[in-house]
């Protein structure tokens, strides 16, 4: 033999079969490195690298280095499979965790998808395809296209609902309300989302507020450099006001038009 041992099998046979003997045998196998187990079989038929198997497979590394990994270098190759049987609600096909202590003591699930299909990102329960979720002092997320030429493009939201569905295509919520909709049927919704519908093929955008809406158009990196303002009052006047100065313009629910007085 060229090794401390050969082990050669005839064709279509086996090579070496090892059988425990008895009810609850400790390791059916046990790879050592001077007297530490490397790998190991235990009677059940779990798998261990590094570890007593809890699993079918469990692998444990303390190194600064990844534990494991899988690669197929073959043309058209593919990576990993995961199956999992049912479609059970809150179980995981797939539960990625870390953990913020050295010794890795307190883990806690970073991304998982559930057998139904949503993706869960800071959210161990998403009741969405995409549910993304994080407690920080930022944005939580940023959608990035580095590319610089004409064809460069940002983010696309799609829906195939018709205008007769009028269903909510985007949609910006805050403070316990949404602020922004807009609606398959192309009309827009500030702080409502029922924007008024003008009809006669109209798309139109409805600024909804306690005293009603308003634009402000302002120049420069400074917005207190207020140019024009227009603005509803409380008693139903739709006014212009020119920055800096006063009513410009103003016509009340009378239908009569001010210029320059109220």
Do not use: C
């Not at 057998?115 to 998403?126: A, D, E, L, Q, R």
């Amino acid at each position: 033999p060229f090794a401390k041992l050969n082990v050669y099998g005839s064709n279509n046979s086996n090579v070496m079969v090892v059988d425990a003997q008895g009810t609850a045998p400790n390791y059916i196998f046990d790879v050592r490195d001077d007297g530490t187990s490397k790998f190991r079989v235990d009677g059940s038929g779990r798998v261990g690298i590094g570890v007593t198997p809890a699993y079918k497979l469990e692998i444990v590394e303390s190194a600064n280095a990844f534990a494991a990994r899988i690669t197929n270098n073959s043309d058209g190759s593919q990576g990993l499979q995961v199956r999992t049987s049912d479609n059970d609600t809150g179980q995981y096909i797939l539960d990625l965790q870390s953990s913020s202590s050295a010794t890795g003591t307190n883990y806690a699930s970073k991304f998982v998808v559930e057998k139904g299909g949503n993706v869960g990102i800071g959210n161990n329960s998403p009741n969405y395809t995409l549910s993304v979720e994080k407690d920080v002092d930022t944005w939580v997320s940023r959608i990035y296209n580095t590319g610089s030429d004409a064809n460069a493009s940002g983010l696309l939201v799609r829906t195939d609902a018709t205008a007769a569905h009028n269903a909510n295509a985007f949609a910006v919520y805050a403070d316990s309300s949404y602020k922004l909709m807009i609606k398959s049927d192309g009309n827009i919704g500030v702080n409502t989302t029922t924007p008024v519908d003008f009809g006669d093929n109209f798309k139109n955008l409805n600024l909804n507020g306690v005293k009603g809406g308003a634009l402000s158009f302002t120049r420069g990196t400074n917005s207190a450099t207020r140019q024009w303002d227009i603005y509803t009052s409380d008693a139903d006047q739709l006014i212009f006001y020119k920055g800096g100065s006063t009513d410009a313009m103003v016509l009340n629910a009378a239908g009569h038009l001010g210029l320059g007085t109220n």
